[in-house]
Nanobody
């Protein structure tokens, strides 16, 4: 069982930065690949970034490539999403999620956080 708690969301102006953090409970954190998803009102939940079990592989959606960076610290059971050069279209609820498979489809993620709101004003 893994419990995930996100933090770090908020309101920021376009061009600004935010750092999201996700703290995981349990001793098996390194057994899970992690992903950050986002969901805007009226839209599906989309994968933004993913990181493999040891952090050796990462994936970014084209819309955030070059602006967002995902990282993890298995010793601290945390995964982070550094978001730079934010745009109004990045506004969404952001979720961290854990899966035993790297780059799994959303429905294959086993555990989800409660989400944190990110709002980017123009």
């Amino acid at each position: 069982q893994v419990q995930l708690v996100e933090s770090g969301g908020g309101l920021v102006q376009a061009g600004g930065s935010l750092r999201l953090s996700c703290a995981a409970s349990g001793r098996t954190f390194s057994s899970y690949a992690m992903g950050w998803f986002r969901q805007a009102p009226g839209s599906e939940r989309d994968l933004v970034a993913a990181i493999s079990w040891r952090g050796t592989s990462t994936y970014y959606a084209d819309s955030v490539k070059g602006r967002f960076t995902i990282s993890r610290d298995n010793a601290k059971n945390t995964v982070a999403l550094q978001m730079n050069s934010l745009k109004p279209e990045d506004t969404a609820v952001y979720y961290c999620a854990a899966s035993i498979r790297y780059l799994a489809a959303a429905e294959a993620y086993d555990y989800w956080g409660q989400g944190t709101q990110v709002t980017v004003s123009s």
